[in-house]
């Protein structure tokens, strides 16, 4: 079965710094991959895809990632990290079997320090 | 556009009370429908996930019920409420076919107490 991780389930950064949120994933076919945001209270939100067309994919918020088929990563970046940031990060993989499931890692609450 | 609707927003139950969930999603037609419970610092477990009308499947053995009486609408029902399932649970869609991303309602908080 597909399979997510991502270390380190708490990240602080500082607010300017680069923001970098570890991805790797486990797939036995072409996966889709995804990050979404959770901010406190609310559900996720997508915050970019990467759907085997290019790999160095864009996002909103300044957010983007690439896929790295000879690392099984999907990293996220951002250059300058901003206060608004401070919320939980997954990353996601396609389930190879049916029904357009996703697996989840189990996130990267971000933390941003003035 | 989309738009997916979850309520209520928050719930206090009693342990051994019923429970029921709604979801609805607009704007599409025939989309794949799930429940995730999210505790916390625990991540998303997929609860049920759905991809037409009366057509269930379970994830996790749990004293949780999920239904889909119409097209754009998923009910996540108990009979009798344990401690346990306190959580925050989110809905989702998605359009199915070669769609993988899926978009999620804004969550009901429950408090089984």
């Known amino acids: 079965a597909q399979s997510v991780t991502q270390l380190g389930s708490h990240v602080s950064v500082s607010e300017g710094a680069l923001v970098l949120l570890r991805c790797n994933y486990s797939s036995s076919v072409p996966p889709y991959l995804f990050w979404y945001v959770q901010y406190p209270n609310q559900g996720l939100q997508l915050l970019l895809k990467?759907?085997?067309?290019?790999?160095l994919v864009k996002g909103i918020n300044g957010f983007e990632a690439e896929f790295k088929k000879s690392e099984t990563s999907f990293h996220l970046t951002k250059p300058s990290a901003h206060m608004s940031d401070a919320a939980e990060y997954f990353c996601?993989?396609?389930?190879?079997?049916?029904?357009?499931?996703?697996?989840f890692g189990k996130g990267n609450q971000v933390v941003v320090i003035p | 556009s989309q738009t997916i609707h979850q309520w209520p927003a928050t719930l206090v139950q009693p342990v051994g009370s019923p429970l029921s969930l709604e979801c609805t999603v607009e704007g599409t037609s025939n989309p794949n429908l799930y429940w995730y419970r999210q505790a916390a610092g625990r991540g998303l477990q997929l609860l049920f996930y759905?991809?037409?009308?009366?057509?269930i499947s379970s994830e996790v053995p749990q004293n949780l019920s999920a239904s889909r009486p119409q097209d754009r609408q998923f009910i996540l029902s108990s009979k009798k409420l344990l401690l346990s399932d306190s959580g925050f649970y989110l809905c989702?869609?998605?359009?199915?076919?070669?769609?993988?991303?899926?978009?999620f309602g804004p969550g009901t908080r429950l408090t089984v107490t």
């Open positions: 996601a993989v396609s389930e190879e079997y049916g029904n357009n499931r996703l697996a």
């Open positions: 759905s991809v037409g009308i009366g057509q």
């Open positions: 989702a869609w998605n359009l199915g076919g070669n769609s993988y991303e899926q978009y």
């Open positions: 990467y759907t085997s067309a290019a790999t």
